[in-house]
């Protein structure tokens, strides 16, 4: 499994999840900067790349798309680079490593984790708009 950085996070990201034994990359050094989400989206689900984000549109755009990937790990913490957030996202990574490698959604906030398998479907009981 290898993950893709957001352009949104601290390129920092990358040698933290690295020291931990996860493969990673940053956005920054595979593509433009200013490129669209939907850019993104498809660079990961072409070539199989786990999503870490914190941005709300990849999660609405895996809803859009019916998508069963890329899959994404959508950060909900306000400071990413504090002792308490590094540890939390290493270890919900690792926790869930056969789901994301199968297709999942992962949201971690400070006070949970909550883990979806791809494709998203929509809550019992809702209509379509």
Do not use: C
């Not at 999660?59 to 939390?88: A, M």
């Not at 984790?113 to 809550?123: D, G, H, K, N």
Request: hydrophobic share 45%; charged share 25%.
């Amino acid at each position: 499994m290898r993950i893709l950085v957001d352009m949104n996070l601290s390129p920092e990201w990358v040698g933290l999840l690295k020291a931990a034994g996860i493969d990673a990359l940053h956005w920054g050094s595979v593509g433009a900067r200013s490129a669209e989400d939907a850019v993104l989206f498809q660079y990961a689900r072409d070539r199989h790349l786990v999503l870490l984000t914190q941005d709300l549109d990849f999660s609405q755009l895996l809803f859009e798309t019916s998508g069963s990937g890329p899959s994404t790990v959508l950060l909900r913490i306000k400071d990413d680079l504090d002792g308490f957030v590094r540890r939390r996202v290493i270890s919900a990574i690792r926790q869930h490593l056969k789901d994301l490698e199968t297709g999942a959604l992962l949201v971690i906030s400070e006070e949970r984790v909550r883990i979806r398998s791809l494709p998203l479907q929509p809550p019992p009981g809702a209509t379509s708009p």
